[in-house]
């Protein structure tokens, strides 16, 4: 399994859409998780953290299963600034992250 | 305000120069970071740093080197060894090197580097 694994899509939804995209994490000591947003050509920028009773901030909702090694985010209501791709990134020991290669989310109207 | 600079945001070189991307930050953060990114392909780590005057390697930090001889600098050299060198490099900081969700990356604007 690749350290980091995200379905790269892209995520083709109308606007006012829910979507939601998983990532899968091969290393069970991992202990911090982000996702992340990058739009075309730009640095990413963080989206929000991921915390292991789930956390939400406003239309985006993230889940953590350590179980299935996995994370998630939920976008509601989509709007046509939300399209962008959304890195998965997870860290793989003492100060470094490993990036997922990024699902992309086209919304359109 | 604060943040990191990342200059300049596009560079040229021929093969065979040696060539050195600037990174500052006034965010007053601990580690800093080198990252490239090729098309279609995640973030790579070149190096870190976790504090002044020391440094580590990453996943492909061959062709490259690093000084961290300040807190808020971290300047990325692009040798001639470097076999693809072509490539997005972004510069990130955070407030600690623990790794914690209280400490995610902060990205300067990133350098366009083209050698041909």
């Known amino acids: 399994r690749k350290e980091v694994e995200q379905d790269p899509g892209p995520f083709n939804v109308p606007e006012g859409a829910t979507v939601a995209f998983n990532c899968t994490y091969s290393n069970s000591a991992s202990q911090s998780f982000f996702w992340y947003r990058q739009d075309c050509r730009k640095e990413p920028k963080l989206l929000m953290s991921?915390?292991?009773s789930g956390n939400e901030d406003g239309r985006f909702t993230a889940q953590l299963n350590r179980a299935s090694q996995y994370i998630s985010l939920l976008i509601r209501d989509s709007k046509l600034s939300d399209s962008a791709t959304y890195l998965c990134?997870?860290?793989?020991?003492?100060?470094?992250?490993?990036f997922g290669k990024g699902t992309m989310l086209l919304v359109s109207p | 305000d604060g943040g990191i600079t990342q200059s300049p945001k596009y560079l040229f070189r021929k093969e065979g120069q040696n060539v050195t991307l600037s990174c500052e930050q006034n965010l007053n953060h601990d580690a800093m970071y080198w990252y490239r990114q090729d098309p279609g392909q995640g973030l790579r780590l070149i190096y870190y740093s976790q504090i002044v005057n020391d440094f580590q390697k990453g996943d492909i930090a061959e062709g490259y080197s690093v000084s961290r001889e300040k807190k808020e600098s971290f300047p990325l050299t692009v040798t001639s060894a470097q076999k693809n060198p072509t490539a997005f490099y972004l510069c990130a900081s955070s407030i600690d090197s623990g790794g914690s969700n209280n400490s995610p990356l902060h990205f300067g604007n990133g350098t366009r580097l083209t050698v041909t």
């Open positions: 990134v997870v860290n793989k020991g003492y100060s470094t992250l490993t």
């Open positions: 991921v915390y292991s």
